[in-house]
């Protein structure tokens, strides 16, 4: 199973288009739904990093894999009409297993995983898709009363659509519930970004709105 996982993912990197996996999605109504707006949160990567890949289990010059559980992410960008969109930059971030950011204003005392990039980008191919190998993040305290669920930040943007700003949830987490960020999210949308990670891949798709 963890060699058809990889090269399923291998495949997505190379440009392979997953038909069956458009035709499932596309009979959905709510994959036309936009997508919700969600806070960019504090522990954006900015400007530091370099070539961008959507492999975030490897450093280059290191030999070790992340730390956690390793996952994959896959979905299809698409318009609110529901027509995919080739060339959106999918851009993530999020922290590693021990619930730390890779970000000097992180003042979690959780220790970081040199072995783990945090951050990841590509584009979608000529049917919307996109991927990322990853690894499932840990929960940390954001205040003393609260503790965030493990999450993947997601920046969305093409010229000529509304750039999206979202975050991606697990389901079955039991802090979800208690999440004050997700709690915010309308009801109707909530379940558009809590994805089932059970089989170790989950299928995040996302809408976006043209620029009028």
Known sequence: ?????????????????????????????????????????????????????????????????????????????????????????????????????????????APLDPDFRYWGETFSNAAGEYSFKTILPGAYPASDAWDRPPHIHFRIAKLGYKELITQMYFEGEPLNDKDLILRQVPERMRDNVIVDFTTGTGNFDISIEKVV
């Open 1 to 109: 199973m963890q060699d058809l996982k990889r090269r399923k993912f291998l495949q997505w990197g190379l440009g392979s288009v997953g038909g069956a996996l458009i035709l499932k999605n596309a009979s959905a109504a709510s994959v036309c739904s936009q997508t919700a707006e969600q806070a960019k949160g504090p522990f954006y990567p900015g400007e530091n990093n370099i070539n961008p890949v959507n492999d975030l289990t490897r450093v280059d010059g290191r030999s070790r894999a992340a730390q956690g559980q390793v996952i994959y992410v896959q979905g299809i960008v698409r318009d609110l009409s529901c027509t995919p969109i080739e060339g959106v930059n999918v851009d993530i971030w999020q922290a590693c297993a021990s619930g730390k950011y890779n970000h000097a204003g992180d003042p979690n005392p």
